[in-house]
């Protein structure tokens, strides 16, 4: 089932973007704005007091079992793991650590879609027995909450054979943990965290798997000049931190076109979009663009059929929920919405993915399984490629910065300096149709062909 637990293929999209206003102050998503889910074969999640932990063959730790533990090995210092074995010793076990909210509300479905995604990864990375090396995840749960974040990271921050991190999933526990997980050389790797100023922090492990606001924007300039042919755009925001960061990258792209655009904003809450909607008609605009949240977006909307304005209407991922459309009633129709996640369930490139997922199980993929799974992939990759080296987690940060990884959907690449997004394909459109909204496609792909 999709996100926002309902049969709509487009639900994929509610619980990533409406986060938004919560991640800004770090406090829990709202649930009812993120409705956005197996047992797995490698491990069981645990709550932040605790931490649960499968290998990737199936056998539990003594983490998970409280069964006495093997007799500790030779002291690690907080950058280090195990060193690499003998040709003829045992393999040695990297663990694989995953922060995201795994309880709490809503936001705990999206963190097991990534727990599952990564779960995938690891196993068959195990089966094809090709590894010189065991591996085990081991989650942290932060509730999707700035303030949980910390405790959630000293989990795995205490843990030293934990050389990566998938996570923090959202920008309210990456802001608050980046610092720490500096500190200790311990690569993370968001593949939902979107909040801009992440990336100028000098978090110096932090790694963004998707793109930020401000090339989100960039993307829905793409867009426009591209696939929907615009040639006069109207930017209406609400001027938030969120909205500043998107219409940055969006009227830089724009202006790069040539694209003729003018901005208005009406702060959160604005109930009366008329004068705003009757601006956008008079000034002979062929699209606009919404950058706000779905309650404000569904008013603007109506007010432009009233104003009679019959152009492309084009939202920003936090209009991409299922709220959005039900209030903004017929005149949602025909939205395009850009959303920094794929739909795993209906694109194509995703299918043998999606079988595989389906089959382990039983479930068709939610939103971030598909990322999880990637991520995974990519970190695993990173270990492989130190070779004979030992892995530590200096060693490894340093492979997974200079990663170039091509993914199912997309190109990972990360900036040398600061961690930034800098791969390619990682924005996707979908469209309200028959009041639903429905995955099109990457917007590279649209905007290419």
Same mark, same amino acid.
């Given at each position: 089932?999709?996100?926002?637990?309902?049969?709509?293929?487009?639900?994929?999209?509610?619980?990533?973007?409406?986060?938004?206003?919560?991640?800004?102050?770090?406090?829990?998503?709202?649930?009812?704005?993120?409705?956005?889910?197996?047992?797995?074969?490698?491990?069981?999640?645990?709550?932040?007091?605790?931490?649960?932990?499968?290998?990737?063959?199936?056998?539990?730790?003594?983490?998970?079992?409280?069964?006495?533990?093997?007799?500790?090995?030779?002291?690690?210092?907080?950058?280090?793991?195990?060193?690499?074995?003998?040709?003829?010793?045992?393999?040695?076990?990297?663990?694989?650590?995953?922060?995201?909210?795994?309880?709490?509300?809503?936001?705990?479905?999206?963190?097991?879609?990534?727990?599952?995604?990564?779960?995938?990864?690891?196993?068959?990375?195990?089966?094809?027995?090709?590894?010189?090396?065991?591996?085990?995840?081991?989650?942290?749960?932060?509730?999707?909450?700035?303030?949980?974040?910390?405790?959630?990271?000293?989990?795995?921050?205490?843990?030293?054979?934990?050389?990566?991190?998938?996570?923090?999933?959202?920008?309210?526990?990456?802001?608050?943990?980046?610092?720490?997980?500096?500190?200790?050389?311990?690569?993370?790797?968001?593949?939902?965290?979107?909040?801009?100023?992440?990336?100028?922090?000098?978090?110096?492990?932090?790694?963004?798997?998707?793109?930020?606001?401000?090339?989100?924007?960039?993307?829905?300039?793409?867009?426009?000049?591209?696939?929907?042919?615009?040639?006069?755009?109207?930017?209406?925001?609400?001027?938030?931190?969120?909205?500043? +960061?998107?219409?940055?990258?969006?009227?830089?792209?724009?202006?790069?076109?040539?694209?003729?655009?003018?901005?208005?904003?009406?702060?959160?809450?604005?109930?009366?979009?008329?004068?705003?909607?009757?601006?956008?008609?008079?000034?002979?605009?062929?699209?606009?663009?919404?950058?706000?949240?779905?309650?404000?977006?569904?008013?603007?909307?109506?007010?432009?059929?009233?104003?009679?304005?019959?152009?492309?209407?084009?939202?920003?991922?936090?209009?991409?929920?299922?709220?959005?459309?039900?209030?903004?009633?017929? +005149?949602?129709?025909?939205?395009?919405?850009?959303?920094?996640?794929?739909?795993?369930?209906?694109?194509?490139?995703?299918?043998?993915?999606?079988?595989?997922?389906?089959?382990?199980?039983?479930?068709?993929?939610?939103?971030?399984?598909?990322?999880?799974?990637?991520?995974?992939?990519?970190?695993?990759?990173?270990?492989?490629?130190?070779?004979?080296?030992?892995?530590?987690?200096?060693?490894?940060?340093?492979?997974?910065?200079?990663?170039?990884?091509?993914?199912?959907?997309?190109?990972?690449?990360?900036?040398?300096?600061?961690?930034?997004?800098?791969?390619?394909?990682?924005?996707?459109?979908?469209?309200?149709?028959?009041?639903?909204?429905?995955?099109?496609?990457?917007?590279?792909?649209?905007?290419?062909?």
């Amino acid at each position: 089932m999709h996100p926002l637990q309902s049969d709509d293929p487009a639900a994929v999209t509610g619980r990533h973007l409406s986060a938004r206003r919560d991640e800004a102050s770090g406090t829990a998503p709202d649930p009812a704005r993120r409705r956005l889910i197996i047992g797995g074969a490698l491990l069981s999640a645990a709550a932040i007091g605790g931490v649960a932990a499968c290998s990737s063959d199936g056998t539990k730790s003594a983490a998970a079992t409280g069964s006495a533990p093997p007799p500790a090995p030779p002291a690690a210092g907080p950058s280090e793991a195990p060193a690499a074995p003998t040709p003829t010793g045992p393999k040695p076990r990297y663990r694989i650590g995953l922060q995201a909210p795994l309880s709490g509300g809503g936001a705990a479905e999206m963190g097991a879609n990534l727990q599952t995604g990564v779960e995938l990864a690891l196993k068959q990375a195990e089966s094809t027995g090709k590894l010189t090396f065991r591996l085990e995840l081991v989650v942290a749960d932060d509730e999707g909450q700035g303030p949980k974040g910390p405790a959630a990271a000293k989990v795995l921050l205490d843990d030293s054979e934990v050389v990566a991190v998938v996570g923090p999933l959202f920008s309210g526990p990456a802001m608050t943990t980046g610092e720490a997980y500096g500190a200790a050389g311990l690569a993370t790797v968001t593949p939902g965290a979107t909040k801009h100023t992440l990336g100028t922090r000098g978090f110096t492990a932090f790694h963004r798997a998707l793109p930020g606001d401000r090339a989100e924007g960039t993307e829905m300039a793409a867009l426009l000049g591209g696939k929907l042919k615009a040639t006069n755009v109207v930017v209406v925001d609400n001027k938030t931190e969120y909205a500043d +960061s998107i219409v940055e990258g969006l009227l830089e792209g724009l202006t790069s076109r040539g694209i003729s655009h003018s901005r208005k904003t009406a702060p959160p809450g604005t109930r009366d979009f008329a004068a705003i909607a009757t601006a956008v008609a008079k000034a002979g605009a062929d699209a606009v663009v919404c950058v706000g949240y779905g309650p404000e977006a569904a008013l603007l909307s109506k007010a432009l059929d009233s104003a009679g304005f019959t152009g492309t209407r084009l939202g920003a991922d936090a209009m991409a929920e299922k709220g959005f459309v039900s209030s903004a009633g017929s +005149s949602a129709e025909n939205w395009w919405l850009t959303v920094p996640v794929a739909d795993a369930a209906a694109e194509p490139a995703l299918a043998a993915f999606a079988a595989d997922y389906e089959r382990v199980f039983q479930k068709k993929p939610g939103i971030y399984a598909a990322e999880g799974f990637d991520i995974a992939n990519l970190l695993i990759e990173a270990v492989k490629s130190l070779g004979n080296q030992p892995v530590t987690r200096a060693a490894v940060l340093g492979a997974v910065r200079s990663s170039r990884y091509q993914g199912l959907v997309k190109s990972y690449a990360f900036d040398r300096s600061t961690g930034e997004w800098a791969g390619t394909g990682g924005t996707f459109a979908y469209q309200v149709k028959s009041a639903k909204i429905q995955y099109v496609g990457s917007v590279a792909k649209l905007v290419a062909g």
